[in-house]
């Protein structure tokens, strides 16, 4: 090593040497993402089964939620048809209760000629003989 000597004609130490990296973060993460020294492929081939296993039940958790979504929106559209036919089966009975009181009634036969009774109705009783 050789010494470095400032204007000061003064003696430093060594100027020291950066030691040579042994591998960068991309390496490293690349070496521990390989996983062909774990898997062979005997062990794929002895384990597919369960793969092919694990497929399916992920095929059907995706097809239970869509599934799912669909019937949450249909109830929604029921929901709100319910609420609209609610609200014109309230509509239809007060129109309907307005209309049948006596003095809608009478107003409604009056242009047919017939008027409300201003005295109690008799009653007929038939002569017996």
Do not use: C
Not at 6 to 18: C, D, G, L
Not at 32 to 60: C, E, K, Y
Not at 67 to 72: A, G, L, S, T
């Amino acid at each position: 090593m050789e010494e470095v000597i400032n204007t000061n004609q003064e003696v430093t130490e060594p100027a020291k040497e950066k030691p040579p990296r042994k591998s960068s973060r991309r390496n490293w993460l690349f070496e521990s993402l390989d996983l062909s020294r774990w898997v062979h492929h005997q062990t794929v081939i002895r384990n597919l089964p369960f793969i092919f296993f694990l497929a399916a039940i992920g095929i059907l958790y995706i097809a239970n939620a869509h599934y799912m979504e669909k019937n949450i929106r249909e109830i929604d559209q029921i929901e709100k048809r319910l609420y609209e036919l609610r609200w014109e089966y309230m509509t239809t009975k007060s129109e309907l209760e307005y209309l049948s009181k006596q003095s809608e009634v009478a107003k409604m036969v009056e242009p047919s000629g017939l008027k409300e009774l201003r005295q109690p109705p008799k009653k007929i009783v038939p002569k017996t003989q």
